[in-house]
């Protein structure tokens, strides 16, 4: 029995920077997600708040509201992304609450509820944990990079996007499945606290390592997957884009993670990194993957996310880029990602 855990998102369930909050609510193997707290949704359906979807998830305005009408409630995710990982203050009385109410708090954000010594007093009495998902790895547990996943010997595919905040994770997901239906030992490589709290058993926390580590926990987290499972297929969760200024990222996965193959995922009407003007406009399609190109991967597929479109753009999106790309584009949410599992089980076919 998984334990049954409520998110906390405490008025922001719609944001983008509740993505912790939508991966979770589409699915953890980790937790049972039982409700959802924000007040400005309360009486709602999560999934329905999400993308339309019912999911029996229902989001209630407080802690006791949800713990009146749910029994046996162990954890309270804080189910939030911000910027530089702060935690909103007005969270932390609803974190009390939870404490008070014997519900231990999982954390995935840069500020750490260990180091609030307020917290850490009131978890002692009531006896609950305080887990920080971000927390780093101590020195002795981290690896470095040894050359040795070159003797993996099954397709390598990074899902990896022109921006933060995407879908990358989803999109993972969602093929990793539909590999799986299809009847492939499809295994995923996690990169973000919250692909742990979603029950990830390989990977490890990109922005929580190191730097001189990164290499080194990536490939890992890839050979002791591929020698643990014998899996057909590998794929990677990417995190940010190669070109984002606040945190450039991917190459590592691309190089040291011998990424060949790449899903991209792209917004067609985002402007700039971030939707911040003074970060930069984000490249077009074309010269994303020109660049991913260079580092001697190939671009497999292109995964849509429709911030801000209606469905006849974002159709119209995907039958441009099929035209120009000649190769599948996806719109994950809305048609599911089938159509790219005869390309993947033709890479797994062709593995030398």
């Not at 954890?75 to 910027?83: D, N």
């Not at 990079?145 to 989803?170: H, Q, Y």
């Not at 590999?179 to 490589?189: F, R, S, V």
């Not at 006849?312 to 719109?331: H, R």
Request: aromatic share 6%; with cysteine; glycine share 8%.
């Amino acid at each position: 029995m998984k334990p049954k855990a409520i998110v906390l998102t405490d008025g922001m369930l719609h944001e983008s920077d509740a993505k912790t909050a939508h991966g979770l609510i589409r699915g953890t193997e980790r937790f049972e997600i039982v409700a959802v707290i924000d007040p400005v949704h309360a009486g709602k359906d999560a999934g329905e708040v999400l993308d339309g979807l019912h999911r029996n998830i229902p989001v209630f305005s407080t802690v006791q509201a949800a713990i009146n009408f749910i029994p046996d409630v162990k954890y309270c995710i804080i189910g939030i992304a911000t910027v530089g990982g702060v935690l909103p203050p007005h969270f932390v009385p609803t974190l009390e609450v939870c404490i008070h109410s014997g519900i231990s708090l999982v954390n995935g954000l840069h500020e750490y509820l260990n180091s609030k010594p307020t917290l850490v007093a009131l978890a002692k009495e009531y006896n609950v944990e305080l887990i920080d998902v971000r927390k780093p790895k101590e020195r002795k547990d981290l690896h470095f990079w040894t050359s040795e996943i070159f003797s993996v010997d099954v397709p390598i595919i990074a899902v990896i996007g022109t921006d933060c905040a995407l879908g990358k994770r989803t999109t993972c997901r969602l093929v990793k499945q539909a590999c799986t239906d299809a009847g492939m030992n499809a295994q995923m490589i996690y990169t973000g606290q919250t692909g742990w709290l979603q029950g990830g058993q390989y990977g490890f926390i990109f922005d929580s390592t190191l730097n001189d580590f990164i290499s080194g926990e990536l490939e890992h987290a890839i050979v002791s997957c591929w020698k643990e499972t014998e899996p057909d297929i590998i794929f990677i969760e990417g995190q940010s884009g190669l070109r984002n200024p606040s945190g450039p990222c991917g190459s590592e996965l691309l190089v040291s993670g011998n990424a060949k193959q790449v899903i991209l995922v792209h917004a067609p009407k985002r402007k700039y990194f971030d939707h911040i003007p003074d970060w930069g406009a984000i490249h077009s399609l074309s010269s994303e993957i020109e660049l991913i190109g260079m580092y001697g991967s190939t671009v497999i597929a292109v995964a849509i996310n429709t911030e801000h479109c209606s469905m006849q753009e974002a159709l119209a999106f995907q039958k441009q880029y099929e035209a120009e790309l000649n190769i599948p584009v996806l719109l994950p949410l809305q048609q599911g990602v089938e159509k790219i599992v005869p390309v993947i089980q033709t890479l797994v076919k062709n593995q030398p």
